[in-house]
């Protein structure tokens, strides 16, 4: 059983930018299905943004597309959230996630919000 540890959140006004990190530590696969949901007070969870570790495509809610950006740093076994242009909607608490039981083709934004594996949250907050 992995651990993933997330920081970077924060508050920031409307229009400005967040990077996430997390760490994952406690499992060696080198193809798994990581990624972020966001879970707003009183809201589901929404699946932001994923990828499949055995590739290099990353898939997003439609709701951030164009804004954040995931990518790997595969030699500090690190998940990034780049997330520029944010808005007051974007408000939530960030997990990292990760699934070994989601295949490749089944690795996406929506997908990962039922991930297995999430760790303690980072808390954005945007501001009008």
């Known amino acids: 059983q992995g651990q993933l540890a997330e920081s970077g959140g924060g508050s920031v006004q409307a229009g400005g930018s967040l990077r996430l990190s997390c760490v994952a530590s406690?499992?060696?696969?080198?193809?798994?299905?990581m990624g972020w949901f966001r879970q707003a007070p009183g809201k589901e969870r929404e699946g932001v943004a994923a990828?499949?570790?055995?590739?290099?495509?990353?898939y997003y809610a439609d709701s951030v597309k164009g804004r954040f950006s995931i990518h790997r740093d595969s030699a500090k076994n690190t998940v990034h959230l780049q997330m520029d242009g944010l808005q007051p909607e974007d408000t939530a608490m960030y997990y990292c996630?990760?699934?070994?039981?989601?295949?490749?083709?089944?690795?996406?934004?929506?997908?990962?919000?039922?991930?297995?594996?999430w760790g303690q949250g980072t808390q954005v907050t945007v501001s009008s």
């Open positions: 996630a990760a699934d070994l039981a989601i295949s490749s083709g089944g690795c996406d934004a929506r997908r990962i919000a039922t991930a297995g594996l």
């Open positions: 406690g499992y060696t696969s080198s193809s798994v299905c």
């Open positions: 990828f499949y570790t055995g590739g290099y495509i990353g």
